[in-house]
């Protein structure tokens, strides 16, 4: 299509009030499925929240869940309070890493990426300490109905904080995942590992999102991965229409 039809087209959909819909392998578009298809979700986990921006978004699919969020970088704390008083919903904001268990560790930050940084097994420059909690430990102690939806952006570390989730994983329905295609860390799993573990726990991938390719070859970097329960239905069916 020549660039000057694309344009009139883009000023006409704009002056009839029309919009694209968003691509399908976007987030929205991946909440949006899960919401259509009645996934019941009470409590939104949002591990690696930054300052609440993907929690804001999943309130536009579901407005009744309550929501935690953990974000350890004091850079995020007064972002996270306004956003906390803002919303209708229950919202509690965990000021601590989610982990394998409960205690203290390094946190590395990136200056020049508020939302980047990940936990750190030692002290090196730009790190801080932050206290840990893991994920059943702050399920019962905000006493959180489930079903469960947890997601992480948590940058290589998902093993930990799932492996601190046991209890809590047996009552999610939906885990949304930003998986790698390299071993960014020393215990990141890449994605078809991540896959394999979530299978031995009982879910499989519905949906991928968000694909990144890294700058340095521009080669599949990351993507969001949409795991639910084995056991739905439409697994049964293996039709493509």
């Not at 009030?17 to 991946?30: H, I, N, Q, T, Y």
């Not at 690696?48 to 999943?58: D, L, Q």
């Not at 803002?86 to 200056?111: M, N």
Request: charged content about 25%; some cysteine; glycine content about 8%.
């Amino acid at each position: 299509m020549e660039p000057k039809v694309r344009a009139f087209l883009r000023k006409t959909r704009k002056r009839m009030g029309l919009r694209r819909k968003p691509p399908r392998s976007s987030m929205a578009r991946g909440l949006k499925w899960l919401a259509d298809r009645g996934f019941m979700v009470e409590t939104v986990l949002d591990i690696g929240a930054s300052s609440g921006v993907w929690s804001k978004e999943c309130m536009n699919f579901f407005p009744e869940a309550q929501y935690v969020l953990f974000e350890p970088q004091p850079v995020h704390s007064e972002a996270l309070t306004r956003f906390a008083g803002s919303c209708r919903q229950r919202v509690i904001i965990v000021e601590k890493a989610a982990g394998a268990v409960e205690g203290r560790t390094y946190f590395l930050t990136d200056p020049e990426d508020p939302l980047g940084g990940a936990l750190a097994s030692v002290v090196s420059e730009n790190a801080i300490t932050v206290d840990v909690t893991t994920v059943d430990a702050s399920v019962t102690q905000f006493g959180l109905s489930a079903p469960f939806l947890v997601k992480l952006d948590t940058h290589g570390y998902e093993k930990s904080i799932l492996d601190g989730a046991g209890d809590t994983l047996e009552k999610t329905e939906v885990l949304i995942i930003e998986a790698y295609n390299y071993r960014i860390s020393d215990e990141a799993m890449l994605f078809w590992e991540l896959c394999s573990y979530m299978s031995e726990r009982g879910f499989r991938p519905i949906d991928l999102v968000d694909i990144g390719y890294r700058k340095y070859d521009n080669s599949l970097w990351q993507m969001d991965l949409f795991f639910i329960r084995s056991g739905w239905e439409g697994f049964a069916y293996h039709g493509y229409r």
